[in-house]
């Protein structure tokens, strides 16, 4: 696979969903990939990234950032409130704001810089343990909360149990969205990014059918 592959593959779903062309956007996460397939990326005008852990994007992404205008890089992984500043000065999207605490973290950080990440609330949709994001039962109030201190939320994200249909889980995901007026669906991967589009996906976060497998 390839970013040419997918970008095509992206097309095809979307015109296959009635969406318009390039109305979904396509975040290449880069993290434990080789930095010159990433280069080859960038190189081929890519601009739109997502990485998992703040320290390795620190490393990464300032420089190219400085070579090559107009990149965005978005944090999908989980982030620890002590973390909450450096991801904040380096990510233009953080797809992980999964509690309370990180929201109000996260509040403070935006008033004192006077901007802030676009956010997304992450729905543990499969009501996962082990897994990050908000339960889906508690996840009106949750963007009720983050609403009221000004957060300034871009839409919902979930990473579907491995192994399952994701269909329903894009299905949920997005009726919270719905009945709470947010528009942003982060949601699809390397294996189902299709299936969220035709879901409605406003972003899908596609990394191993771009890069090939990670270190
Ligand atoms: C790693 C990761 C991706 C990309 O996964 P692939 O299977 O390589 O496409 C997407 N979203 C999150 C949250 C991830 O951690």
Same mark, same amino acid.
């Given at each position: 696979?390839?970013?040419?592959?997918?970008?095509?593959?992206?097309?095809?779903?979307?015109?296959?969903?009635?969406?318009?062309?390039?109305?979904?956007?396509?975040?290449?996460?880069?993290?434990?990939?080789?930095?010159?397939?990433?280069?080859?990326?960038?190189?081929?005008?890519?601009?739109?990234?997502?990485?998992?852990?703040?320290?390795?994007?620190?490393?990464?992404?300032?420089?190219?950032?400085?070579?090559?205008?107009?990149?965005?890089?978005?944090?999908?992984?989980?982030?620890?409130?002590?973390?909450?500043? #450096?991801?904040? %000065? +380096? !990510?233009?999207?953080?797809?992980?704001? &999964?509690? @309370?605490?990180? *929201?109000?973290?996260?509040?403070?950080?935006?008033?004192?810089?006077? #901007?802030?990440? %676009? +956010? !997304?609330?992450?729905?543990?949709?499969? &009501?996962? @343990?082990?897994? *990050?994001?908000?339960?889906?039962?508690?996840?009106?109030?949750?963007? #009720?909360?983050?609403?009221?201190?000004?957060?300034?939320?871009?839409?919902?994200?979930?990473?579907?149990?491995?192994?399952?249909?994701?269909?329903?889980?894009?299905?949920?995901?997005?009726?919270?969205?719905?009945?709470?007026?947010?528009?942003?669906?982060?949601?699809?991967?390397?294996?189902?990014?299709?299936?969220?589009?035709?879901?409605?996906?406003?972003?899908?976060?596609?990394?191993?059918?771009?890069?090939?497998?990670?270190?």
């Amino acid at each position: 696979m390839s970013l040419d592959a997918i970008t095509d593959r992206l097309r095809a779903a979307e015109a296959a969903a009635g969406r318009a062309p390039g109305s979904v956007c396509l975040i290449a996460v880069s993290k434990r990939q080789p930095p010159e397939r990433v280069e080859r990326a960038l190189r081929a005008g890519h601009r739109v990234f997502g990485e998992n852990y703040v320290q390795e994007a620190q490393a990464k992404w300032p420089d190219w950032q400085a070579e090559y205008p107009g990149v965005s890089v978005h944090l999908v992984g989980p982030l620890q409130t002590n973390k909450a500043r #450096a991801a904040v %000065e +380096l !990510f233009d999207a953080i797809h992980s704001l &999964d509690r @309370p605490k990180l *929201a109000r973290t996260l509040a403070r950080l935006a008033q004192e810089r006077g #901007a802030c990440p %676009e +956010l !997304f609330v992450q729905v543990n949709t499969g &009501d996962e @343990p082990q897994k *990050a994001g908000i339960p889906p039962h508690e996840a009106d109030a949750f963007i #009720a909360e983050c609403r009221a201190l000004d957060l300034p939320l871009a839409g919902l994200m979930c990473l579907p149990p491995a192994g399952a249909d994701s269909a329903p889980h894009f299905t949920e995901l997005a009726a919270i969205a719905a009945r709470n007026g947010l528009t942003g669906l982060s949601m699809g991967m390397s294996d189902d990014f299709e299936a969220a589009v035709a879901h409605g996906a406003t972003h899908v976060r596609v990394g191993s059918a771009i890069f090939g497998a990670r270190d």
